[in-house]
């Protein structure tokens, strides 16, 4: 819907735009739970010795570790004409690589990832289509 996503990135000419008039793009029910989902943490510093039972681990070594994550969308249009343009402008999107995300519960979170690839691409009618695209998140801990 109108005002839950914002996206930016080469395609946008660098601008947040809102997804739903931009690309006719909305989130579907998993999606906004999937970019939400805190990324793990770093395996912990631990050293084993032979000396010692059992294992120490340095404290302090909670780093953020990147993440991989598939989010689903939709594109919906009123004619073929006008899904086509909004595919068009995905793709020009998509092509840039990098895009940042804002979600209207998180307003003051921006999300960084790289686009790596389409999952699954299923198209309806030629008016609308659903798919995954699988984004990448080098590190969660900058959500400027």
């Known amino acids: 819907m109108t005002g ?3 996206i930016k990135g ?3 000419n660098n601008q947040f735009v809102d997804a739903y008039t931009t690309f006719g793009m909305s989130l579907e029910d ?3 739970s999937r970019i939400l989902c805190p990324a793990p943490n770093k395996q912990p510093v631990t050293n084993k010795n032979v000396n ?3 294992a120490t681990i340095v404290a302090g070594t909670g780093c953020k570790e990147e993440r991989t994550i598939g989010v689903p969308f939709h594109i919906a249009a009123a004619s073929k004409t006008a ?3 909004y595919y ?3 793709c ?3 092509d840039g690589g990098w895009m940042d995300v804002k979600l209207a519960r998180k ?3 921006v999300f960084h990832f790289q686009y790596i690839d389409c999952q699954q691409y299923t198209e309806y009618n030629g008016e609308m289509a659903i798919f995954n695209l699988q984004l990448y998140e080098p590190n969660p801990s900058v959500r400027t």
């Open 107 to 109: 307003p003051n979170t």
């Open 83 to 85: 899904f086509n343009n």
């Open 52 to 54: 010692v039972h059992g």
């Open 92 to 94: 020009d999107l998509l």
């Open 88 to 90: 068009d402008a995905l």
């Open 4 to 6: 839950d996503l914002y």
């Open 30 to 32: 998993t999606g906004i």
């Open 10 to 12: 080469t395609g946008t």
